[in-house]
């Protein structure tokens, strides 16, 4: 099989497992939420937020699955950047706790438009803010930069910085994770990785001389999707 077939078995086959996982996984949270507004007693709301806390995170990587094996669409339309990078801190701001770091931009965003797949693109700023929430201190950063031919967003937080024993390939593989056990699926870079690629664009991850990581991601600006050939007739 060719690489591109393979990645299509293998997306279907992890598609396909996801399916299997979320529906009993909702059926055990449902069942669990029930048996709780019937108990008042502390020990069982303990054991049984427990239950509810592992469910959670099993959905999480459910989710993920359903991302990593999604199947790109050919269609693009144009797209806000600035509207893009607001939906994506707004979608995460419901994952936020008070003491989180709270995503900044660093100056107004540019008025420029990206052609692109929104839900995607939306899903990519959302996993790069999420890492960068879980690895700050008190501080995440997200710089636009745009030039005639290429629009640059990085997303800067004042964490510990990239670990010197991971190699960049490693931390885009997918399931490699150098967050604590129970916090991270390994699958966020990976996603970013694919949907980057989708768009003809570029992924690069680097230390910040201050402190820090710094993940950016550099898309192509274009204002028109080439329209293939047509065949000779």
Request: aromatic share 2%; charged share 20%; net charge negative.
């Amino acid at each position: 099989l060719k690489e591109q077939e393979k990645m299509a078995v293998i997306g279907q086959l992890v598609s396909g497992v996801a399916h299997e996982l979320g529906t009993p996984l909702t059926v055990i949270d449902g069942r669990v939420q029930r048996v709780l507004r019937q108990h008042d007693d502390d020990d069982t709301e303990r054991q049984l937020q427990a239950v509810r806390n592992q469910v959670s995170r099993l959905s999480t990587l459910v989710r993920q699955l359903q991302a990593f094996a999604y199947t790109p669409v050919t269609q693009r339309q144009p797209l806000s950047v600035a509207e893009l990078l607001q939906q994506a801190i707004h979608s995460l701001s419901f994952e936020l706790q008070p003491e989180d770091a709270q995503p900044q931009l660093q100056q107004p965003c540019p008025k420029v438009t990206l052609y692109g797949d929104a839900g995607r693109l939306e899903l990519a700023l959302v996993n790069l803010l999420r890492n960068a929430v879980q690895a700050a201190t008190s501080s995440v950063l997200v710089q636009v930069e745009v030039n005639a031919a290429e629009l640059a967003v990085s997303v800067l937080d004042d964490g510990v910085g990239l670990p010197p024993q991971f190699s960049t390939e490693q931390l885009l593989s997918p399931f490699v994770s150098t967050k604590a056990q129970g916090r991270g699926t390994g699958l966020g870079l990976a996603i970013v990785q694919q949907i980057v690629l989708e768009h003809q664009g570029k992924l690069l991850l680097s230390n910040r001389p201050e402190g820090g990581c710094c993940v950016r991601i550099s898309l192509p600006l274009q204002t028109e999707i080439a329209a293939k050939p047509e065949a000779n007739v």
